[in-house]
């Protein structure tokens, strides 16, 4: 074998390693297609719906603050102030309430409510009018419902996997995944993962094509509590990983065969 055969042999394999780890650049972008997709099903506001294990905060407010602290429950912090007496610090905060799996809460007063499946305005609407009985006609109590678990968490291959809090009832994928500092290069933005669990507590799965921009108008593109979004690796990363540890031993083994050639032609020249 000469050193032309041999520079030739090193060069077919640098190539072929390059080659495998290469990206096609017509998978990286998102909504390629963003000019012709039809978004008109995109219309219309989120909203987050109430779902059991949720933790919500529930204050009821009337011009009698009396009538009001009955429907308000507030849990103080207590401190020791001497032996075995303790007493409580600051004004206190609102009780947490935590959906039953029947979707009920029990609410002061009132008892047990089923919350299971409303939005935070039909919370509000539906407390106020089971408050509504034990006020005076001419009152109108106004009702404030928080939720107080919104966590998403993203995986896979993302800058910063991990859960996220979502900060607004109309949270997308594309937020969440910009909190995890978005796909790295070896993510598979045509088929992100999306698992789910509805009310009963089943788990549910969902493709998302980012390179689409028709999934703006998924039913999928904007989140809800305990949402996992999973990025998959792509065929790239796959192959990487298949060569990855082998990678410098060939690059070894060609400089060996390369520098051998050349000793052998100063030789027997």
């Known amino acids: 074998m000469n050193i032309k055969s041999c520079l030739s042999i090193m060069a077919v394999s640098i190539m072929a390693v390059l080659l495998t780890g290469c990206v096609s650049y017509k998978k990286v ?9 039809n978004l008109s099903a995109s219309r219309g506001i989120h909203d987050v719906r109430i779902m059991p294990k949720d933790v919500l905060s529930i204050s009821v407010t009337t011009p009698d603050r009396e009538i009001s602290s009955q429907f308000n429950q507030l849990v103080y912090n207590t401190m020791q102030a001497g032996g075995s007496r303790s007493i409580n610090s600051g004004s206190g905060s609102m009780m947490p309430y935590t959906v039953a799996a029947d979707g009920n809460i029990n609410f002061p007063i009132i008892g047990k409510v089923n919350v299971q499946g409303l939005t935070r305005r039909e919370c ?3 407390i106020a009018g089971l408050v509504k009985p034990y006020l005076s006609n001419d009152i109108t109590p106004v009702v404030v419902v928080e939720l107080m678990t919104s966590t998403i968490t993203v995986i896979g291959e993302v800058a910063r996997p991990g859960a996220f809090n979502m900060n607004s009832e109309k949270y997308s994928i594309l937020q969440a995944l910009g909190a995890a500092g978005d796909l790295t290069i070896y993510g598979n933005r045509d088929n992100v993962l999306l698992i789910r669990e509805n009310a009963q507590g089943q788990k549910e799965t969902h493709r998302l094509n980012l390179n689409d921009a ?22 790239a990363k796959a192959k990487n990983s298949d060569i990855g540890s082998s990678t410098s031993l060939w690059f070894s083994a060609t400089s060996i065969m390369v520098s051998l050639a050349s000793l052998m032609y100063n030789i027997l020249k």
Do not use: G, M, R, T
């Open 214 to 235: 028709n999934v703006i108008s998924s039913p999928y593109y904007y989140l809800q509590q305990n949402d996992v979004i999973y990025v998959e690796p792509n065929k």
């Open 124 to 126: 509000e609407d539906k």
């Open 29 to 37: 972008p998102y909504f390629q297609n963003v000019d012709s997709a």
